[in-house]
């Protein structure tokens, strides 16, 4: 029976029919490790993956974010084993644009067969017909890179027409990549690093929020001084809360088009990422965090 929970309020897609609850789940945790092979194989308790699922999507989340090279291709078929067939209003988003080499390591995949062959690798291990949302992946791990992606982007485009996806986004990209993307097709979603402490993305987000374009952070805890940890471990006894929890309420009430997808493969911390969506930070706790963020910019 799936609780009553606004889990930080929705958002709908704009341009769509697509309403989510702004605390979505992470797939990438779902998969296994291999000696030094990150998200690769499959997990060490699958029933325990399947769990975290199942009780995500019966606290309410209705926001999957997925991609068929995480495992590879192991993270989908958990889902769809746990999952399918899928809840009416449930919204699976995938990614493309990447690729596992053997020895694990992350490799660019961006030709238009391999655009092609990697939605068409989602939709099978995802077990869908069309699949809601796909997100091409430019960029570095990071940061935006200055760089051609005509012949992805048009490829996903023909795809769309084609009926096998529905909706469009981009991940790890510039404000002028989206205006250049935006002339060849329309885009619902920006997936980009952003936290607390990264904060370049600060006028792009109200840009888009302008414009009804969701904007989804990864790494909410991601690229800490030793300094700016400390600072949020702080701000987080205050409140009582984990660092993860005012990271993530932190990011709610920053922007109303921010969509956060929280990973984790413990069902303990899924209930504690979840919790975030009702933790209210006061003024004087935002302030504090700001100064983070401002400590990284100030002249040594």
Known sequence: MKEETSLGGSFTFAGTSLTVNRVGYGAMQLAGRDGDKMVWG????VPGAI?????????????IDTSDFYGPHVTNQIIKQALHPYPDDLVIVTKVGGRRGADGSWLHARSRQE??????????????????????RLGGFATPAEEPFEEPLSALAELKQQGLIHHIGLSTVSPRQLAEAQAITEIVCIQNLYNVAQRGDDQFIGDLAAQGIAYVPYFPLGGFSPLQSA?????????????????????LQRAPNILLIPGTSSVGH??????AAILELTRETIAELDQIANAARRPT
């Open 51 to 63: 769990a975290v699922l199942r009780e995500a999507i019966d606290s309410g989340v209705n926001h």
């Open 115 to 136: 655009i092609i062959d990697a939605v068409h690798d989602n939709l099978r291990n995802l077990g869908l017909d069309a699949l809601q949302v796909v997100n091409l």
């Open 231 to 251: 600072a949020l471990d702080a701000a987080s006894a205050s409140v009582q809360a984990t660092p993860m929890q005012v990271a993530l309420a932190w990011l």
């Open 42 to 45: 499959p997990p060490p308790d």
């Open 270 to 275: 899924l209930r504690e990422n979840l919790a």
